[in-house]
């Protein structure tokens, strides 16, 4: 009873403290994922004393919008936590920070760190702000210190006082640059005009990448995006400011690390000192650089997307194997010396060292040959950075599983681009893949949570659809052949190429005898085959 009596008075003393975050979930919004990453990681890591109670909320102004999220949020969190008796509140981000300081009423009393709040030389009465000043002159050296032949640099941003005040810093942070670099600045035109003028860039031109939610019509896009779409049509290596836009093809530069933001985070909520010092670094994506054949980076810049040498990938396989050998050969010369002087015991010891050693030899081609089928078995497709058909059929499987084991339906769809094979005839191979990566953003954008979507080969597509009807998957399915259709890709002599897609809809049914992987597919396969012969860019839904 004593101990049972302590362990509860410890629970009860337990650090409490409730983290507010603005973006939404980590699905949802990469700067999310990296904040949450390194606070969990931070605290992992640590030995310490007593690990807090964390809560953490999200607004989800991602998914919903900013005014929505906001008027939720107040009724929720007051019935949520009424009887919980909080240690601090930490808000992340622009959003969180400005709904926490005008409830002062919420949480009376409960201490408040601002984290990352957005906001100049603010000081709130009611809390701590933390707020990283952007180094816009390591922002911007950043261009001239990797690529030093570039004479013309184009910041791209938009309208937003938020945008504009960066924007603000970055041109004063080029004036010791106005003799050997050009700025322009792109903030006041539509995303149309945007990727149409990047696709013209030069060969001495680089992009400064700003979050950009919104163009010059009032039109608004994720800043994830507006950089991939940037990333896919722009020859110019794109450098940028925070580190949840570095995506394939986006080169990085001196940015705003969301790990760094989430370790101080976490220090937070351990009731530590919350240092800022180390939240802008150096970070490159290691393909891009390669693209681009830009060499000099900086000496302790963060390398993402590397590919490791045999020595990084198998380090701990090599050491163990190679402290077996040199067990092995040191038990092998102790007998050889006992048993020196009999000649048929040492004949028998050297039999048994050549046995060993080819055990040996036996067992590392093993364990190199199942580190190479680990490193085949990759669920990534490096062009388009989505799932692979490794990876898709793999979860078709799962999701088969779960739906036949819970009855919920289970839909798939079958996209394919249309005369494909007639734009890599005419355009080239280059337009070909630009087509393929467009198609995959636009159908990873279209997506649910809970959805995958994985490129199955050349320019086939495969969506898996769980907890969707046929009905369901197949206004999805259209949807996604409007928006491609609205796609194009821009090539040399100011041509544009427009895209359409068939698309062919299966749904599991919940039979005697369940379907399989392959079955599904060949039903979705069929109906795609039945739209391409009706006349392509169309959806049609299959039947059992």
Do not use: C
């Amino acid at each position: 009873m004593a101990v049972l009596a302590a362990g509860q008075a410890r629970a009860a003393e337990q650090r409490k403290v409730l983290v507010l975050y603005s973006l939404g979930s980590e699905a949802s919004s990469a700067w999310q994922r990296l904040v949450h990453k390194g606070l969990h990681d931070e605290m992992a890591s640590r030995r310490w004393s007593e690990a807090p109670n964390v809560f953490e909320e999200r607004f989800d102004f991602i998914r919903v919008g900013e005014q929505a999220s906001l008027d939720s949020m107040e009724p929720y969190l007051r019935t949520k936590y009424a009887g919980v008796k909080l240690d601090a509140i930490v808000t992340e981000n622009y959003l969180a920070a400005g709904f926490l300081n005008s409830h002062p009423g919420l949480f009376p009393g409960v201490p408040r760190y601002y984290v990352n709040h957005g906001r100049r030389n603010w000081r709130p009465g009611d809390g701590e702000a933390l707020e990283v000043a952007p180094d816009y002159g390591r922002i911007v050296g950043a261009i001239p210190l990797v690529a030093p032949n570039v004479k013309r640099v184009v910041v791209v941003g938009d309208p937003t006082p938020r945008v504009q005040e960066w924007i603000a810093g970055v041109r004063a942070a080029s004036r010791p640059y106005s003799k050997q670099i050009t700025f322009d600045y792109w903030d006041k035109q539509s995303f149309a005009d945007l990727y149409r003028r990047a696709g013209m860039l030069g060969d001495d031109t680089a992009v400064l990448l700003l979050a950009t939610y919104s163009d010059s019509t009032g039109a608004r896009a994720s800043p994830a995006e507006v950089a991939r779409k940037l990333a896919a049509v722009s020859p110019a290596p794109v450098f940028t400011h925070v580190e949840s836009l570095i995506y394939p093809g986006i080169l990085g530069g001196y940015v705003l690390s969301g790990e760094a933001i989430g370790r101080v985070i976490a220090r937070i909520l351990h009731g530590q000192p919350a240092d800022l010092g180390g939240v802008q670094r150096y970070i490159f994506d290691y393909p891009a650089a390669e693209r681009h054949q830009l060499y000099k980076l900086p000496p302790d810049a963060v390398l993402l997307n590397r590919p490791m040498g045999v020595w990084e990938l198998y380090r701990w396989q090599i050491i163990l194997v190679g402290t077996l050998i040199l067990i092995q050969a040191a038990l092998i010369t102790v007998l050889v010396r006992v048993l020196r002087s009999r000649r048929v015991a040492l004949a028998a010891l050297n039999d048994e060292r050549n046995n060993l050693e080819d055990r040996v030899l036996q067992r590392t081609l093993e364990l190199l040959m199942a580190n190479t089928k680990l490193e085949q078995l990759a669920t990534t497709d490096p062009l388009t950075g989505i799932a692979n058909r490794r990876r898709m059929t793999e979860q078709i499987a799962k999701e088969l599983d779960r739906a036949r084991r819970y009855r919920h339906p289970l839909a798939l769809l079958m996209v394919d681009i249309d005369h494909f094979k007639r734009i890599n005839d005419t355009y080239g191979h280059d337009v070909g893949d630009q087509a393929i990566v467009a198609v995959a953003g636009a159908l990873s954008a279209g997506l649910r949570s809970i959805d995958l979507v994985a490129r199955f080969g050349g320019e086939e597509f495969v969506l898996l659809m769980p907890e969707a009807s046929l009905e369901t998957a197949g206004g999805a399915a259209e949807r996604l052949r409007e928006t491609v259709s609205q796609l194009r890709i821009e090539i040399d002599g100011g041509l544009e190429v427009s895209l359409t897609i068939s698309v062919g809809v299966a749904a599991s049914y919940l039979q005697e005898a369940p379907d399989s992987p392959s079955s599904l597919l060949m039903r979705a396969d069929k109906a795609l085959y039945q739209a391409k012969n009706e006349g392509r860019d169309r959806v049609v839904l299959g039947t059992a």
